[in-house]
């Protein structure tokens, strides 16, 4: 990157830049000077186009801000259905440009944003704005914009900022076979994530002018943030509860969705938020997905992060900004941001049954769609929910220090709160007991996160190869998303009897069965046993809760 | 409407005259109510009683035919005081209601006992009611009580289909769903009644559980047995009304000692200081209604039958921890094993019928 010192460019550099280009222009526009002072005959200016792109959501199309002079009052007027942001953009463009020592026509300007059908949000649209502005005032020749896409916020003084969405932007361009990308620097090294685009970093409005006109060099393409394994807690700071340990280990092989159920203080936070340093780390390609869903929300990435993003919304989050949602085109929510980590959600019983519902058909397809009156979009969500509840209304329920003061059909209604559609979905539930004091002050009883996520590591690599080998689409190729067709041939049929007569035996319904069976399989990889036997079966039998009311 | 009022009337009743007893009380309630009280002060016996409660007149008796049609769709039979179906101890004890709505066989020709307690009973609580109540249960003794959620529900739960079997006393009529977890289909209420079991209620088919209500069929539950025992309830524990008309009407009293820091002892604790015997097991309970521990359910056999199919790992901590439930985490983290081995023991155990596990953890199904 050279950012343009500004001390070098004075004026009347700026004054050569501009008759240079008018002279160019002039000639082959009837000989006129479009950016000498107005008057209604010069309205017919050359056509200037900069390429732009419209996002809906993480896709987006490649639009062109076209800028012509025209008679009328001096303004600058955006038609092609902007909003209002875009709509403001004008008075930014005009201010910035004079500031930044370009002199505008005293007439009208019109930038139309073609195809003029696709709605225009967001700030970024300044910068190809002032771009197609600037190139119809004559400050540039209309040819420098060939093949070129820009996108960022025109400040008043001519600086730029980045604008949310600049990854998907860039990709974007890559796909539409965009030649260069004119960025703000600030947000380069985001765009620069996107391989085969040629960006360029610019600081101001005259740095961008003057790079693209070519009297400065263009400045070296900036490097990519660098991929990164964020901190997270370790598991070795968690003191006994060996059952919830060997539960969030086959959750993290498996990628099953988990209950945690437990006294408050007993430890599911802590457990749910060493969850993301066993899971396998991100490849860039899924770094990418989990930046570009930040970018849209306007977190800049500074660095490529490859654990899997945790995300614990508080209880009271509503259902858009859960799944996502707004006016206009919705944006993504918690469990989009979300999107190849882990989505926790603490207290559960208190969320309005409403809201989990609207996860329901998320978690099963990996992805929510969100119709608005003036758009649709998809933003992914493959995610792995974790849910934590206390046991009953005064959370000592099963304690035995402290005895519960809920009677038991309060416990029952209480629970009946999470059963259902979404219950249906969560494999894995899993009891948590308070630690008892000498576990506490006694000396440190577990494994690390290292070893725990390295025998993860082994048992999703053999479940992957298992599935890829049985033709299952690559992105299904956790044991909570195979076909229970599939899964049933890989669990011996003596084991498969054992859980038919035990869910008959402990009254469950018959959609368990195969919810066992995933975590048998899940247990059997992390046992690297080809074929899930008994044993295998009896253990996921036991990581079901009985929600209903104590069976006495 | 006859038909309905036939239907209805148990065996040795007067349809005709119980068509107009309820029609008098739906017509007004207060008058026989304050009637009834003063023929039986009078020293009048039930029969004479609902003769001198006929003798008014009455004037409405809209609703009745709908309370009769009630009951009969619920297969439920109704019984005037002096009838020959009414039982004779409510009689003798001298706190016969007018009518008395029934289902299943009462079993009157055994004894009796009742379990009571707290609705909001502890893993402890229950596990002792249930306990008691298997093994009175294979005694044959009946076990009665009140039908609630908590300490009743394991009373019941645990003697159906034994012996004895179990009588439920509505605090509500027999067409109020309460306590809801137990009047659903599939529900305790239809247990009982599956396994020959009697739900009875001195209210007609509509009246909700008030208070009042759930008070006054305390004590029927005490003139029912022959014993009262308090398992668990707090200072102000409905339990203690049944103690106390228990003891007003002579019959023995027990109290479950329990945890002296949990206010679910409260109940069971100032009955004991007031002089109520001791429960200490099934033996006591026995004992007070001159019953003894049925041999057949004590042997060797059954002992090992309860748990022989256990590891020693798991046997231990669980016997140990007998009649409460054992947290399925402190049995891992205490066995020094790979919870998924102990999960998968667990669950054979579970399939096997040797334990049960539920929100407060593992218990074993039997007495060790």
Redesign the interface.
């Known amino acids: 990157m050279t950012p343009v010192d500004e001390a070098d460019l004075t004026v009347a550099d700026l004054q050569v830049v501009v008759s240079d280009g008018t002279g160019a222009d002039g000639a082959s526009d009837d000989g006129r000077a479009p950016a000498a002072s107005g008057s209604a005959r010069r309205a017919r200016g050359p056509l200037a186009r900069a390429g732009a792109v419209a996002l809906t959501g993480l896709s987006g199309d490649l639009v062109h801000a076209e800028a012509a002079i025209a008679a009328g009052l001096p303004q600058i007027r955006i038609v092609g259905l902007p909003d209002a942001a875009v709509r403001e953009s004008a008075d930014r463009v005009r201010l910035g440009c004079q500031r930044s020592g370009f002199s505008l026509p005293e007439t009208k300007v019109v930038v139309n944003l073609a195809p003029a059908g696709i709605r225009k949000s967001g700030p970024g649209f300044d910068l190809p704005v002032a771009l197609a502005v600037l190139a119809a005032a004559g400050h540039l020749a209309p040819a420098d914009l060939d093949g070129v896409v820009a996108m960022g916020e025109v400040g008043l003084d001519g600086h730029l900022r980045g604008a949310a969405g600049t990854l998907p932007a860039a990709t974007t361009a890559r796909r539409v076979g965009a030649g260069r990308m004119v960025v703000p620097i600030d947000v380069a090294g985001e765009a620069a994530l996107v391989e085969g685009l040629d960006v360029v970093p610019v600081g101001s409005l005259r740095d961008a002018v003057a790079v693209l006109a070519g009297t400065i060099a263009c400045p070296a393409r900036p490097r990519p943030p660098e991929p990164v394994q964020r901190d997270v807690d370790d598991l070795v700071d968690v003191r006994g509860q060996a059952l919830a340990r060997r539960g969030i280990e086959i959750a993290a092989a498996g990628g099953h969705h988990v209950l945690m159920m437990g006294p408050p203080g007993c430890g599911k936070s802590m457990l749910a938020r060493r969850l993301p340093g066993i899971l396998p780390g991100l490849t860039p390609a899924e770094a990418l997905e989990v930046a570009a869903v930040r970018s849209i929300v306007g977190v800049v990435a500074t660095d490529l992060d490859l654990r899997p993003p945790f995300r614990a919304p508080h209880h009271a989050t509503s259902t858009a900004g859960l799944i996502g949602g707004g006016s206009g085109v919705a944006r993504p929510g918690e469990l989009s941001r979300a999107h190849r980590g882990v989505l926790f959600l603490d207290e559960v019983l208190e969320t309005p049954r409403s809201t989990l519902d609207a996860l329901r058909e998320p978690l099963e397809r990996g992805e929510v769609v969100l119709v608005r009156s003036q758009s649709r979009v998809t933003y992914p969500a493959r995610v792995q929910l974790v849910v934590a509840a206390n046991p009953c209304p005064c959370g000592h329920a099963g304690s035995s220090s402290r005895p519960c003061r809920c009677r038991p059909d309060q416990v029952a209604r209480y629970r009946g709160r999470l059963s259902g559609p979404l219950l249906d979905r969560i494999d894995l539930h899993l009891e948590l007991e308070p630690v008892s004091e000498d576990v506490l002050v006694g000396p440190s009883d577990g494994e690390s996160s290292a070893a725990v996520a390295a025998r993860v590591r082994q048992a999703r690599d053999v479940a992957a190869s298992r599935w890829a080998a049985a033709d299952v689409p690559g992105d299904r190729r956790l044991n909570r998303d195979v076909d229970p067709a599939r899964l049933r041939q890989t669990v011996s049929a003596t084991a498969q009897r054992r859980l038919a007569r035990a869910v008959q035996a402990l009254g469950w319904s018959a959609r368990t069965f195969d919810r066992c069976l995933r975590v048998a399989r899940t247990i059997a990889d992390l046992a690297a046993s080809d074929v899930a036997g008994a044993d295998h079966v009896d253990e996921a039998i036991a990581y079901r809760l009985d929600t209903g009311p104590r069976s006495t | 409407m006859s038909d309905d009022w036939t239907a209805v009337a148990a065996a040795g009743t007067d349809p005709l005259r119980l068509a107009r007893v309820v029609a008098r009380a739906v017509a007004d309630r207060r008058g026989l109510e304050a009637g009834w009280r003063t023929a039986r002060r009078a020293g009048r016996s039930g029969s004479e009683a609902i003769g001198d409660v006929l003798s008014a007149p009455v004037l409405v008796d809209d609703g009745a035919g709908a309370v009769a049609r009630s009951w009969a769709a619920a297969g439920v039979r109704v019984a005037l005081a002096g009838d020959p179906s009414m039982p004779t101890r409510l009689e003798r004890h001298d706190v016969v209601p007018p009518w008395l709505a029934m289902t299943g066989d009462l079993g009157m020709d055994r004894r009796a006992v009742a379990i009571v307690g707290s ?5 402890y609580g ?1 596990g002792m009611a ?1 306990w008691l109540a298997e093994a009175a249960g294979d005694a044959g003794v009946r076990v009665v009580s009140g039908g609630a ?2 300490i009743d ?2 009373g019941h ?2 003697s159906l289909a034994r012996p004895g079997g179990t009588t439920v006393v509505l605090g509500c009529g027999h067409g109020v769903a309460y ?3 137990h009047a659903t289909r599939g529900g305790l209420f239809d247990r009982v009644g599956a396994s020959g079991g009697a739900v009875i209620s001195e209210s007609l088919p509509t009246d909700p559980a008030r208070p009042h209500r759930v008070r006054s069929r305390n004590r029927l539950i005490a003139a029912l047995a022959d014993a009262v025992v308090v398992v668990e309830g707090g200072e102000r524990s409905g339990s203690l009304i049944t103690a106390s008309w228990a003891a007003d009407l002579g019959i023995p009293v027990l109290g479950v000692p329990g ?1 002296v820091r ?3 002892s409260a109940a069971p604790h100032h009955l004991l200081r007031d002089g109520a015997a001791v429960c200490a097991g099934p033996a006591d309970l026995l004992a007070a209604v001159g019953q003894g521990l049925d041999p057949s359910a004590t042997t060797d056999d059954d002992r090992d039958r309860g748990v022989s199919g256990l590891p020693r790992w798991l046997r231990v901590p669980l016997v140990e921890a007998w009649p409460r439930p054992l ?4 049995l ?2 205490g066995s020094g094993r ?11 155990a ?2 096997g ?1 040797l334990v ?6 593992i218990r074993l199904c039997r007495r060790p």
Not at chain 2, 327 to 330: E, G, I, R, S, V
Not at chain 2, 338 to 348: D, I, K, M
């Open positions: 609705r909001s009973a502890t893993p229950t249930a959620v908590g529900a394991a739960q645990a306590p809801r977890p945890d949990a206010t679910g947290p399925t985490a402190t891992v983290d790979r919870a998924g081995e102990v999960l998968a023991a667990v669950t054979r579970q399939v019928g049960t596990r539920d929100a407060d953890g």
